[in-house]
């Protein structure tokens, strides 16, 4: 062993084995991920996005009007595309809004 250079050298030593010693998944800090999957809405509720259901195509977007993203929607690939069109379809009979700026204005 070398020379120790520092009196807190020990310490230091110590705290990285401390820190190896953790298994996966025991560190403290940082942003944790939830470990429960999200369903899909349409596959449990036996439907597929549509045009006319409103109230169903605004629980997939987000207060400014955006499309929600799969990771945050929990859908399939197939329902989230399908989703998207009909909330383009809804916004191009005016049934939907293309932004927020009905609801900023009050």
Not at 63 to 70: L, S, V
Request: net charge positive; charged share 40%.
């Amino acid at each position: 062993m070398g020379k120790r250079n520092n009196l807190y050298d020990d310490d230091l030593n110590d705290e990285m084995d401390d820190e190896m010693d953790s298994g996966p998944g025991e560190r403290g800090g940082g942003r944790g991920r939830g470990s429960r999957r999200k369903e899909d809405y349409f596959k449990l509720s036996k439907t597929v996005p549509n045009y006319k259901d409103v109230d169903v195509l605004r629980r997939f977007m987000t207060e400014r009007a955006k499309i929600r993203p799969r990771r945050q929607t929990g859908l399939s690939s197939k329902h989230q595309r399908l989703l998207a069109r009909q909330i383009k379809r809804a916004r191009h009979l005016a049934l939907l809004g293309f932004t927020d700026e009905h609801n900023r204005g009050q």
